[in-house]
């Protein structure tokens, strides 16, 4: 049987932490439940997420990452295909 599911690394860039942007990305994960990987700050103003699954719901939650929550200010991201790997059952913030 053919795996579904696709993987992608994407760094986003802006007014990205401090805004609640990474629990708002878990609380909106709840709509994909398929979902896995994860996502959290790195250095300045930028966040990384992986996310692996089903393209439907890969492609939601990108769409998602490319405007975040209310009070956020994505100015640019980075979306890169990744190779499929284990991860635990669910998205998380790390």
Known sequence: ME???IAYQIIIEGRVTGVGFRWAALDYAENCPELKG???NLSGNQVEAVIQGPPEQVELMLAWLRHGPQFARVDDVQ???I????WPEKFAIT
Request: glycine letters at 0%; zero cysteines; a positive charge.
């Open 83 to 86: 190779p499929l790997r284990d």
């Open 38 to 40: 994860y996502i959290r």
């Open 3 to 5: 795996n579904r599911e």
């Open 79 to 81: 979306v890169k295909s």
